[in-house]
């Protein structure tokens, strides 16, 4: 069990790492989509969200 404590830390970092990654891939997506339906007021909003997680 100790070993698990050791990796702990380093893998709860690659998982954040990992579902930041995922989060800004479906953003990035939705936007995409916005703006090809040319929805402006969700287009401001996902960019408003965008800049939360930079």
């Not at 709860?12 to 929805?39: F, P, Q, S, T």
């Not at 909003?45 to 930079?54: D, H, S």
């Amino acid at each position: 069990m100790s070993m698990m404590n050791k990796n702990t830390p380093k893998s709860l970092v690659k998982l954040d790492e990992i579902h930041k990654a995922n989060i800004e891939k479906k953003l990035a997506h939705r936007l995409e989509a916005a703006r090809a339906k040319g929805n402006q007021d969700l287009v401001k909003i996902l960019e408003a969200e965008k800049q939360l997680l930079e």
